[in-house]
């Protein structure tokens, strides 16, 4: 059984929950035979890698390393969850400060040891806001760059299941957009259960506004809500999504679920955030949201939102004032 490509992929926080779950992942998906982890954490990192090398899989030239350079060098994919997980009662904003310290020096790496990298995604929190910050410093063009977004879209199906008693697969194109957490703008208007517009169900006794309403709070709050359950961050489900993306860029199957990605189109400016977007071995892009006009501005006040955050990171000194982002990365217009 062949893989998709020989070009190394490096997965960066190795040694952590989901580090570990994306390596197992992409080897099942035979994305491609050379793939390198990379953690700082040595002993930790190792018994990640032996236990890799225990499921045996064909072909695999798996390799592992502390040193970044090492790691990087060569790479033309990377998948990165190397920040601070979150624990029970934060919220994504609480690792502002720390997890974008680790996204600049991250996105420095980048454009030190591995500039002709084809695509980043970036999956630890805040990630609009860790993506933002590593491209800005990594030196790549918008189109190499994504954010796990489409977790919240996946909730959003798996919450509709859920209620209506059907395989998840019979929910179709649900959508979030906006940022990734408790403001991101929840999408009814793009999704139907079983073929039946959910618009068409909502203020129904199928689907009263009181359940809507409880249910878009739920996937808001879905990644909160495993913490509660498990004791600890989501990992199972970023691992399995966030290598969905990386492998529709290295020429597999186009990515179904919204991609967080750069945005700079007149009325959303300066930021990183989910939208509608393509994701393929060209890179992401994205297109013109479509919504009634509560959803449209429930996205405007998502982004409102997300500028905050980054006037927050500008504060700290680790992005420049926007006026001068075209000179750290001259690919950002």
């Known amino acids: 059984m062949s893989f998709l490509t020989n070009d190394k992929l490096v997965i960066v926080g190795a040694a952590g929950m989901i580090g570990s779950n994306m390596t197992q992942t992409a080897a099942m998906m035979r994305l491609t035979p050379n793939i390198c982890l990379y953690d700082p954490y040595a002993k930790g990192l190792e018994g990640v890698a032996e236990e890799i090398r225990h499921c045996s899989f064909d072909g695999l030239n798996l390799t592992y390393t502390t040193d970044i350079k090492e790691a990087f060098t060569g790479a033309k994919y990377i998948v990165s969850s190397g920040g601070a997980p979150r624990k029970e009662g934060m919220t994504r904003e609480d690792l502002l400060k720390g997890n974008c310290e680790i996204a600049e020096q991250l996105g420095k790496d980048i454009k030190a040891y591995c500039p002709d990298v084809n695509h980043v995604v970036i999956i630890f929190n805040p990630a609009d806001i860790t993506g933002l910050v590593t491209l800005m410093h ?134 990183m955030m989910a939208m509608e977007t393509t994701l393929d071995k060209n890179g992401v892009s994205y297109g013109e949201l479509k919504g009634t006009e509560e959803e449209l501005n429930a996205l405007r006040t998502s982004y409102s939102h997300l500028r905050k955050l980054v006037d927050e990171v500008i504060s700290f000194g680790i992005l420049p004032a926007y006026e001068d982002w075209n000179k750290l990365n001259p690919n950002i217009k």
Request: charged share 20%; net charge positive.
């Open 138 to 271: 990594s030196g790549l063009k918008p189109s190499q760059v994504t954010t796990l977004a489409g977790l919240d879209s996946t909730r959003l199906q798996s919450e509709l299941a859920k209620h209506f008693g059907v395989k998840q697969s019979d929910v179709t194109n649900t959508r979030t957009y906006g940022g990734h957490g408790e403001t991101m703008a929840v999408f009814a208007s793009t999704a139907k259960v079983n073929g039946t517009p959910l618009l068409d169900l909502i203020g129904t006794d199928k689907l009263t506004n009181e359940q809507w309403a409880d249910m878009k709070t739920r996937v808001t709050k879905g990644g909160a809500n495993i913490i509660k359950l498990r004791g600890r961050s989501s990992f199972q489900s970023p691992a399995y999504v966030s290598i969905e993306m990386i492998r529709a860029t290295m020429g597999g199957e186009p990515f179904r679920w919204p991609s967080g990605c750069y945005v700079s189109n007149g009325e959303f400016d300066h930021i």
